[in-house]
């Protein structure tokens, strides 16, 4: 039986004045020897979780447990390797990975011997006295690897530590590091990854932790018991990831229509519709998947559709949610099917498509809130401002600005109201 290293009880996280939850009520146990993934959709809480583990942040509820201790501040016995490389550019690479060994009042010959050895476990023996500068991107991020298992942390954490590198070099640090840890040849205890990209995620871990977007919860965990190394062509493989997929959109989709519900005043008297999410989804973008399905006599995998055009997860989803809000698919299991207004859409000229568009949206809680409210004033004028702050009661604040933006571009295009960019003002022309 595995020893149970960390455990996560009722973590929930505010940011902000309107006390919004990033993450709510996440339980979570890691046992020792365990390699897990945290996926989820981009903005979803994933390096939240992370830092609170780490220590870096303090719960707003809840707590966590690591190695028989509670977590208050930052915890010593942990490492993270970061997306962007993080070295100091004035030092070289021996002296960026004697870092954290210095810290930790280590004598200068044994900091200087332990450096020397993990620059050559991670493959930069002879580069020693390079700067950060004259390395590639994937040797700096080496170097990263190499300062953070300098310290022999108990937990290894890692926050989308592939995703600033090209495929090739990234995938060759996947299984070099897959080496180590299968090999044993890393003195840690667990290994946190945080990623929006499936593939990776099923590639490395024994599990893979599901969160749903913010307020983050967990949906599901998903055992790999495939063994190391693994190949991305297997059935196996495949099926997995095709899973994973058929779980974050049904989670999206079920959040989708959780929004769509209403909501009951205070007065208790009538019903009011809650304002729904508006995802980053260019109107370009949604014609063409629309036309691609189209193509595909209706139907598509998502998963495939992503290998198709090169798409992680994190990119595609909100095209999908996007055309799902639209009523243009409906998605079962993983895979996306063409309404009939969404084939009537395709088909149709500009004008009627735009037509259509217009429709939909009108049957949008978020864009009949702001129709609403247009159609009242008497100059059908209101400041982009005001609509920010009634959302940030119902969207997380971070995030404000980029779903403003997706509101002003959908109903724009379909001549639902105009906007003046520099009065920032959105208005129904007469």
């Known amino acids: 039986?595995?020893?149970?290293?960390i455990k996560v009880t009722g973590l929930t996280k505010y940011f902000g004045e309107n006390k919004v939850p990033t993450i709510e009520n996440i339980n979570l146990t890691i046992?020792?020897?365990?390699?897990?993934?945290?996926?989820?959709p981009s903005g979803s809480g994933k390096s939240t979780?992370?830092?609170?583990?780490?220590?870096?942040?303090?719960?707003s509820e809840g707590e966590i447990i690591f190695d028989g201790k509670k977590v208050s501040g930052v915890n010593p016995y942990v490492s993270i390797v970061f997306q962007t490389f993080a070295l100091y550019p004035w030092l070289t690479v021996l002296e960026n990975v004697e870092l954290g060994l210095k810290a930790k009042g280590f004598p200068k010959e044994y900091t200087r011997?332990?450096?020397?050895?993990?620059?050559?476990?991670?493959g930069l023996d002879g580069f020693e006295e390079a700067y950060p500068k004259e390395l590639s991107g994937g040797m700096r991020q080496r170097v990263g690897f190499a300062r953070a298992l300098a310290v022999e942390?108990?937990?290894?954490?890692?926050?989308?530590?592939?995703?600033?590198?090209d495929f090739l070099t990234a995938e060759n640090l996947r299984t070099e590091l897959i080496d180590l840890w299968t090999d044993k040849r890393m003195p840690i205890k667990s290994i946190i990854m945080i990623t929006h990209a499936i593939e990776d995620a099923v590639l490395m871990a024994d599990r893979i932790v599901i969160l749903s977007k913010q307020p983050a919860g967990i949906v599901t965990e998903i055992k790999v018991e495939l063994p190391h190394p693994r190949n991305r062509k297997s059935p196996e493989f495949e099926n997995i990831v095709d899973n994973i997929y058929g779980v974050i959109t049904k989670g999206q989709f079920n959040e989708l229509e959780k929004d769509k519900t209403e909501i009951p005043l205070n007065d208790g008297t009538k019903n009011i519709d809650k304002p729904v999410l508006i995802p980053k989804a260019p109107?370009?973008?949604?014609?063409?998947?629309?036309?691609?399905?189209?193509?595909?006599?209706?139907?598509?995998?998502?998963?495939?559709?992503?290998?198709?055009?090169?798409?992680?997860?994190?990119?595609?989803?909100?095209?999908?949610?996007?055309?799902?809000l639209l009523d243009f698919i409906k998605i079962k299991e993983g895979d996306i099917f063409i309404t009939d207004v969404g084939l009537k859409f395709v088909e149709a000229d500009i004008d009627e498509s735009k037509t259509i568009f217009k429709e939909q949206l009108e049957e949008i809680s978020?864009?009949?809130?702001?129709?609403?409210?247009?159609?009242?004033?008497?100059?059908?004028?209101?400041?982009?401002?005001?609509?920010?702050?009634i959302f940030i009661g119902h969207f997380p604040e971070e995030q404000i600005d980029v779903i403003m933006d997706s509101i002003i571009d959908w109903g724009r295009y379909a001549e639902l109201f105009s906007y003046d960019g520099d009065s920032e003002e959105l208005y129904i022309e007469d």
């Not at 039986?1 to 290293?5: A, D, I, L, P, R």
């Not at 595909?296 to 909100?318: A, K, S, V």
């Open 31 to 40: 046992n020792q020897g365990e390699f897990i993934a945290i996926l989820g």
């Open 49 to 59: 979780i992370l830092r609170a583990i780490t220590g870096l942040i303090e719960p």
């Open 283 to 324: 109107i370009g973008v949604l014609s063409g998947l629309l036309e691609m399905i189209d193509d595909n006599n209706g139907e598509m995998d998502i998963y495939q559709l992503g290998r198709d055009l090169m798409m992680e997860i994190n990119d595609l989803l909100p095209n999908i949610e996007g055309l799902g």
């Open 153 to 165: 942390p108990k937990l290894l954490c890692m926050d989308e530590p592939f995703s600033a590198l």
């Open 366 to 389: 978020t864009f009949r809130l702001i129709m609403n409210v247009l159609g009242n004033k008497k100059n059908h004028t209101m400041k982009e401002e005001f609509f920010k702050e």
């Open 113 to 122: 011997r332990k450096a020397e050895e993990l620059i050559d476990l991670i």
């Open 1 to 5: 039986m595995k020893k149970e290293f």
